[in-house]
């Protein structure tokens, strides 16, 4: 009995060695691995339970039930509980594989703890041509490599109330990047930071009818400003002038990048020397926006991100549209905030977690970019996604501007990372930024003798 078992055993052994050898596969008799991958939301975007999560599962499951050897789960964090958590899993050597939305700011919490995906997009021979050569560069950081790629963008640009221009008897700003602007005496003049500032005095307007140019002028009974500045910080205002970061490259040394100073001195003048933008004690007003001026139809350009078209409100209308970002020295600088998804650099499943995450890149992201509110990072995208804004704000919209400003969008992000991420952004946001625009000021001094000493010292934290 014995023998007739080890014979039939031997028979059966030989089979499946002969169909072996004759190109069959034993994947249908042995079971295949399952990779179990986890997506983690909740740094950035995705967190909302009726409009986000179910779409985002939906996304899943789909991906679930065409790739049963690669099965993800989603993992859903609120915002406001997802930096504890995530730091509190990586630091347990248990990290999600795949980590997004989130911007850069989001990101550098978790500075040198996202994986390079140069290796996998040469595996892979992932196609970056689909994307602007700039936006996959602004996904590349010094000496850790490219930690993401392009996916939700939101360029910058100059927002701007026709009707405030047409008042003054202006011309419109240029609709075309690398037009020149028309002055009130027809002389051509470029589109520049040193233009918004003579035209901004032309459009702020006192109680008694007069500019900011005119004798007469009362800067404590303004009615109209011709500039503010919705939003952001610091950073982001001196990136618009030219594009920086602080940290230097040995890792350690922080420093304050080249024409930032003049850039963060231009804004303090605006609002004690030139009166053309609201000083903070004004943009606090209700009557001035609480700090988003823009929307409240008295203020005749801002400059923002696509994101902005969430907060614009109801006074406007349809009296709003979008121009170039204004040159300085003959340079323009469009800085761009973007969400995607990363690595972790812990994963134990890199390659399969490359595969899913370029799924939600490509198949995934027109269900997702439309709950995300993103520009998609594909041009042949774009229009599709413009064309829904178009439903949204009829007046015929500038959107070239903002394609425009996207495929050119400079480098370094101002997000950029800094030692001791979270408590350094917090001090220039929340301490430094207010003070540019709470009274007059040499910027020059406080960024030498205060500023930058104590940004140092936080970032020397981290040591």
């Not at 240029?174 to 032309?202: F, H, K, N």
């Not at 140019?213 to 205002?237: D, L, M, R, S």
């Not at 995450?357 to 269900?367: H, Q």
């Not at 041009?379 to 704000?393: M, N, R, Y």
Request: net charge negative; proline share 7%; glycine share 8%.
């Amino acid at each position: 009995m014995k023998q007739r078992k080890w014979r039939l055993s031997a028979i059966t052994a030989v089979m499946m060695l002969i169909a072996v050898a004759c190109g069959g596969s034993s994947s249908s008799t042995e079971p295949t691995e399952v990779v179990q991958l986890r997506w983690f939301v909740g740094l950035g975007t995705g967190t909302d339970v009726e409009t986000q999560v179910p779409v985002q599962q939906e996304v899943v499951d789909a991906w679930n039930a065409a790739h049963p050897n690669i099965q993800v789960t989603l993992e859903v964090v609120p915002n406001a509980d997802a930096k504890n958590t995530l730091l509190t899993q990586n630091a347990a050597g248990n990290p999600p594989d795949v980590v997004g939305p989130a911007g850069v700011a989001g990101s550098n919490g978790f500075y040198g703890q996202w994986l390079d995906l140069t290796p996998l997009i040469g595996d892979a021979n992932y196609d970056l041509s689909q994307f602007p050569a700039a936006a996959v560069e602004a996904f590349k950081v010094g000496g850790q490599g490219q930690l993401g790629l392009p996916f939700a963008s939101f360029p910058s640009f100059m927002y701007f109330r026709p009707s405030l221009f047409e008042e003054a008897g202006l011309n419109l700003p240029p609709a075309t990047y690398g037009d020149q602007y028309e002055m009130p005496d027809g002389t051509m003049v470029d589109w520049s930071w040193d233009t918004v500032r003579e035209i901004g005095m032309l459009l702020t307007v006192d109680s008694a009818g007069k500019d900011a140019t005119e004798a007469g002028f009362n800067p404590k009974k303004i009615v109209q400003y011709g500039y503010a500045q919705p939003w952001n910080g610091a950073p982001e205002w001196a990136s618009w002038f030219k594009p920086g970061q602080f940290l230097q490259s040995d890792g350690k040394t922080l420093a304050i990048p080249d024409g930032w100073v003049d850039a963060w001195q231009w804004y303090n003048d605006a609002a004690f020397k030139d009166y053309f933008m609201p000083n903070a004690d004004t943009s606090a007003l209700e009557e001035w926006g609480q700090g988003n001026a823009f929307p409240t139809g008295k203020i005749a350009m801002g400059q923002s991100y696509t994101w902005y078209t969430c907060c614009l409100g109801d006074v406007l209308g349809e009296d709003w549209n979008i121009a170039p970002t204004p040159s300085n020295g003959g340079t323009i600088s469009n800085d761009m905030n973007a969400d995607t998804f990363r690595i972790s650099a812990g994963s134990k499943h890199p390659k399969e977690a490359f595969e899913f995450m370029t799924y939600l890149l490509g198949e995934a992201s027109a269900k997702l970019l439309v709950i995300y509110g993103g520009m998609p990072a594909r041009a042949a995208d774009q229009d599709a996604f413009f064309a829904t804004l178009d439903e949204k704000f009829p007046q015929g919209v500038n959107w070239d501007i903002a394609k425009a400003s996207y495929a050119n969008a400079s480098s370094p992000s101002a997000e950029a990372y800094i030692p001791n991420y979270l408590k350094a952004r917090d001090y220039i946001y929340s301490d430094f930024t207010p003070l540019l625009t709470k009274k007059a000021m040499n910027v020059s001094d406080y960024v030498t003798n205060t500023f930058l000493p104590a940004l140092q010292a936080i970032a020397d934290e981290s040591e």
